[in-house]
């Protein structure tokens, strides 16, 4: 009976122990913790209160791509979407509901896993690997795009295998492009003077992290970011932990999207959310690897 109790006591220590490493892995005790303090505290009118946002369209999917989708950003003058793919290199447009409106061939810009507008007919994208930027120009008739006639910033920090830029974000009140580290370190950081307005007169580039922002980040991964202009406040899409903050001016989560079946009016879990961006009306774009279109709109 003691040989039992003891065994029994271990498997119970051993148990414990993993589950609190698991806890740990997960950021479960903060994102719980961030959950009861929301119990007492009133939304924010001019917060974007992801709370409040339904799934009205779901796991549509994207006909016509053979590759994964990866980031996504809107273009307020086009009134349309675009993404990356980083197999077969390419910038896809899509309209607000899904579709292909054309595609450009991407050529010599490494892993291509994020894009986003700057300005009329002008885009970031980003190589993951390399830890590059590329500003790119394109209009109507573009077809294909040359890294080698982009403007480009390489910033290899923390540069460890396949963990680097995945998403995107761009202030143009405040001139800032916010950049993702997907995870090892986990980081988001805040570029200054990249893109150049005028690359005739160049500008000093200064690169800014907030460790105190990234630590309250209780989620695995980053794969997408979206600033919005109207509260200040930026959306951090993780795809391991199936979730979507919103951060205020502060960096301090205020509001969570979860991409779980059953939350939201989602009848089955986004499988792995790769890109999150929004239009002037307030709508969610949500892009899923393989190919998945969604949509969330507030009632």
């Known amino acids: 009976m003691l040989r039992f109790n003891r065994f029994s006591a271990l498997a119970l220590l051993l148990t414990l122990l993993a589950a609190g490493f698991a806890a740990q892995h997960y950021r479960l005790f903060e994102h719980t913790w961030f959950k009861v303090n929301r119990l007492w505290q009133l939304a924010n ?9 339904r799934a009205v369209v779901q796991g549509q999917v994207i006909e016509g ?8 950003t809107y273009d307020p003058l086009r009134k349309s979407l675009f993404t990356v793919t980083n197999k077969n290199a ?10 292909i409106v054309r595609r450009i061939a991407l050529v010599g810009f490494g892993d291509a896993e994020a894009v986003e507008f700057i300005d009329a007919n002008t885009y970031v994208i980003a190589d993951e690997r390399e830890q590059r930027l590329f500003k790119v120009r394109l209009d109507d008739n573009t077809l294909v795009l040359n890294a080698r006639e982009a403007e480009q910033l390489t910033l290899g920090i923390h540069l460890r295998g396949n963990k680097g830029f995945e ?24 570029v200054r003077g990249f893109p150049q307005d005028n690359p005739q007169m160049p500008s000093a580039i200064h ?13 695995r991964d980053l794969s997408s ?16 932990s199936r979730l979507l903050l919103e951060l205020d001016i502060d ?49």
């Open 207 to 219: 690169v800014v992290t907030n460790a105190r922002r990234d630590a309250r980040l209780f989620v």
């Open 90 to 99: 390419e910038l896809v447009e899509l309209s607000l509901d899904g579709r």
């Open 167 to 190: 998403g995107l974000a761009y202030d143009s009140v405040g001139k800032r492009l916010f950049v993702a580290k997907e995870r090892d370190p986990m980081l988001i950081y805040e």
């Open 251 to 299: 960096g301090r989560p205020i509001s969570t999207l979860s991409l779980k079946k059953g939350r939201h009016g989602l009848k089955k879990t986004v499988p792995q959310a790769e890109g999150v961006a929004m239009d002037d009306e307030g709508t969610l774009y949500v892009v899923s690897e393989p190919n998945l279109f969604y949509v969330f709109k507030k009632p």
């Open 45 to 53: 009118p001019a917060a974007i209160n992801l709370g409040e946002y």
């Open 225 to 240: 970011l979206q600033f919005d202009e109207r509260s200040g406040h930026l959306l951090a899409l993780s795809d391991e």
């Open 65 to 72: 791509l053979e590759d994964d989708v990866s980031a996504l």
